[in-house]
């Protein structure tokens, strides 16, 4: 026998015994990191691997010095120290890497294998054909164990405890490891082997052809194969496994962020919210939570279109990030809302001071591609817990923010109780409008628009009413802005549309060319099919389009955005008339307004109060008066209340005229017993051109 391959045999055992080691302890680091079930097959596999390479590593050593002899094999005793090893591997393994651990699970896992290893290398050493030659030297037999279970030690350590405290050093100390661990095999093996020194090996049972030798290439090969196989599955699993969980945390950051601004969402938020009330308690500290709401975000997204409304969301959302700090939880709500929570148990003065801050950010001007913007906010702040529990708080912030936005927005606005009240009124209210709606507890009154230069009633303006069961009559400036904030405006617009539309009917069958006019809300104008609906009613009743009116408020109307002027275009089509309401309120721009295919202007009631008074009203008036002469519309002034009024108002020209001074909203009914009854404070008639139609019948 040459000289190398004598080197050769042990060193491939080496090799062998180190490679199991490696794939063995790299499967069998997943044990703490997968469920009960997968755990169970990587200890198999890690078993498996281990348990095999142990045994090649002293079947091809040993076989190299049985060849030199010309000795042979005993397959079964191999096949039970093989068995024999992959109990030892499993329990080994499973103390060492299952559960937690620790130095103590070590220290266990490696007296197994003190007691384990030397048996299994009995047991295959017995596989050569005779254990226990004549002279035994037992010194030398009981290293072996110790051997075994310090080297033990020392691999299972490195592996299991330093490799986790050393993060950058962790493929060496897996390396280091598996050497160890395979010179512990080579080692503990040399040892036995020495000491027993085997009797002569017998004659070979598996014949000349195949001699131990070859069994132990044989052996080396399988055994290289199985470790790579186990080694590439093992990889190619946890590439698997790893795209899943990188998958689902994509998805996990879909349902949590925000995509626009990619703040945190609302159920990431109530998350946030929790674990920061659980905290408060335990600790009995504080919280402080700012409802943000931008000021006139809507009109500005209508206006300067969708692409720039979420460009300016984003770069609201940025400068909140950039006040708040690791103390404070940030969520987009939806829309123009954010909320930031701040957790270090802050003051009522930390808590202001942060809004003033928040109120600072979003005032610097906004640059978008066509123009610059300004934006203002409303913040309401609750705290926590004396402004209410958790699952309050996010109400009793909001009931604070419309307390800010009520005072006329750009400001803070504290929580307090009364707040809450009406925000739980605000449901009851919602509640009893739906019934309200269904249970015709609504009704339309009509206030007469009086024509100034004859003093007679040139049309009315429907104003909704509703007679609540318990509080008796409810006004439109009380339920109007609850429907339109939880979407009833919708139902509660159509049923005015088609209400108005019965009532011209109606007049129209008593003899009246009745001119109705209706409000409409901007919340309406957003349903694209408004148009077309106010068509269909006024078909349904066969009323002339001309005899309908629809008022909408001037900073809605004004609002040069796609879709109002997509609205107005179809509401030209259908031919009703528009009419400005509440004009002089807004900012309007006069190219818009000559845009707008609108036939009227009103006069809001605040210039019409101060008339007498004020010579700025007085001005404005005037102003508006002339602007409408000039192009074209119609000029009617709303809540004139007294004579006074009324003269400056005829004065300047006013077209049209509404107030208390000549009726207050009625009931269709008072209506026609107000028309029949002149010996009220001005008795007043309709004008001749609301009979036109009916002269006309007459004649023919
Ligand atoms: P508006 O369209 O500007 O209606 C005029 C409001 O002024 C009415 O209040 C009317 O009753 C009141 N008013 C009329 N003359 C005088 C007066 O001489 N003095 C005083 N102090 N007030 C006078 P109302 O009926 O309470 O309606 C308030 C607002 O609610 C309306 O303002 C309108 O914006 C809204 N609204 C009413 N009905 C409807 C509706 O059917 N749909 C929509 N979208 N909004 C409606
Ligand atoms: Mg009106
Ligand atoms: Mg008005």
Redesign the pocket.
């Known amino acids: 026998m040459s000289y190398l391959p004598e080197l050769a045999w042990p060193a491939l055992a080496f090799l062998i015994a180190a490679a199991a080691a490696f794939v063995a302890l790299d499967l069998a680091r997943r044990l703490q990191t997968t469920g009960e079930r997968e755990s169970r097959a990587w200890l198999a596999a890690a078993a498996v691997a281990w348990a095999s390479g142990m045994c090649a590593a002293q079947f091809i050593a040993r076989a190299a010095q049985v060849a030199a002899s010309a000795g042979s094999v005993e397959p079964w005793v191999v096949l039970g120290a093989w068995a024999m090893a992959l109990v030892l591997s499993v329990a080994v393994l499973a103390q060492a890497g299952g559960g937690v651990t620790g130095p103590r699970r070590v220290a266990v896992a490696a007296g197994m294998l003190g007691i384990g290893l030397p048996a299994v290398q009995l047991a295959l050493l017995a596989a050569f054909g005779g254990v226990f030659g004549s002279n035994v030297q037992w010194p030398l037999l009981a290293l072996a164990p110790v051997t075994a279970a310090v080297g033990g030690a020392a691999a299972l350590g490195l592996f299991f405890l330093l490799r986790q405290r050393f993060e950058s050093h962790r493929n060496a100390c897996a390396a280091a490891a598996a050497c160890v661990l395979a010179v512990t095999v080579v080692l503990a093996q040399h040892l036995i082997a020495q000491a027993v020194s085997p009797a002569a090996p017998s004659a070979d049972p598996l014949g000349p052809a195949l001699g131990p030798l070859v069994m132990a290439a044989l052996a080396a090969v399988a055994t290289a194969a199985l470790l790579a196989g186990l080694h590439l599955g093992a990889a190619r699993f946890e590439r698997r496994r790893l795209a899943h969980v990188s998958a689902r945390q994509d998805l996990r950051k879909l349902a949590l962020r925000d995509p626009l601004t990619g703040l945190a969402n609302r159920v990431m938020f109530d998350g946030a919210l929790n674990q920061a009330v659980q905290h408060a308690d335990a600790h009995s500290t504080r919280l402080a939570l700012l409802f943000i709401d931008l000021d006139g975000f809507g009109p500005i997204n209508q206006a300067l279109g969708h692409h720039s409304g979420d460009r300016l969301l984003r770069e609201a959302a940025a400068r909140l990030r950039a006040v708040t700090g690791p103390q404070d939880r940030l969520a987009r709500l939806g829309a123009d809302k954010f909320l930031i929570l701040r957790t270090d148990d802050p003051g009522t003065d930390v808590a202001a001071h942060l809004a003033g801050e928040v109120l600072e950010r979003l005032h610097q001007p906004f640059t978008l591609p066509d123009r610059d913007t300004t934006l203002s906010a409303s913040i309401g702040i609750a705290m926590y817990p004396e402004h209410g529990a958790m699952s309050t708080l996010l109400a009793h912030a909001e009931a604070a923010m419309r307390g800010a936005k009520g005072t006329g927005g750009a400001t803070y606005c504290f929580f307090e109780a009364r707040m809450a009240n009406s925000t739980r009124d605000q449901m009851e209210l919602l509640r009893d409008l739906r019934v309200a709606l269904a249970n015709g507890q609504l009704e339309?009154?009509y206030?007469p628009k009086i024509h100034a230069a004859s003093g007679e009633v040139s049309g009315v303006?429907?104003?909704?009413?509703w007679h609540h069961p318990q509080r008796g009559m409810v006004?439109?400036?009380v339920f109007?802005p609850i429907a339109?904030r939880y979407g009833l405006?919708h139902a509660?617009?159509n049923w005015?549309i088609d209400e108005a539309c019965r009532q011209a009917r109606v007049w129209r069958d008593g003899g009246l060319r009745m001119r109705v006019a209706?409000?409409?809300?901007v919340h309406?104008l957003r349903a694209s099919d408004l148009a077309e609906r106010i068509g269909t009613a006024l078909a349904r009743h066969q009323i002339q389009p001309g005899l309908l009116t629809c008022?909408i408020?001037e900073s809605v109307a004004m609002e040069d955005s796609p879709v109002t002027a997509r609205f107005f275009e179809a509401l030209a089509r259908v031919g009703v008339h528009i009419s400005i309401?509440?004009f002089g309120t807004g900012y309007s721009s006069l190219s818009t307004l000559r845009k707008l295919p609108a036939e009227e202007l009103?006069i809001?009631?605040s210039f019409?109060?101060d008339l007498e008074t004020s010579s700025d009203a007085r001005a404005v008036a005037e102003a508006v008066i002339k602007l409408a002469q000039v192009l074209g519309l119609k000029v009617v002034a709303?809540?004139?209340?007294t004579e006074g009024q009324n003269q400056i108002l005829r004065a300047l020209g006013c077209d049209e005229l509404?107030?208390?001074?000549f009726a207050?909203?009625m009931s269709a009914k008072a209506l026609a017993v107000w028309a029949l009854d002149d010996v009220g404070p001005r008795s007043l008639a309709f004008r001749a051109s609301l009979y036109k139609d009916t002269a006309l019948l007459a004649m023919h």
Not at 461 to 465: D, K, S, V
Not at 658 to 661: D, F, N, R, V
Request: hydrophobic share 35%; charged share 30%; glycine share 8%.
């Open positions: 339309l009154y206030q303006e429907a104003l909704m009413r006004s439109p400036a109007i339109e405006i509660l617009g005015v209706i409000n409409l809300s309406q008022e408020t309401d509440d009103k809001d009631r019409v109060l709303e809540g004139v209340e509404q107030g208390y001074l207050k909203p």
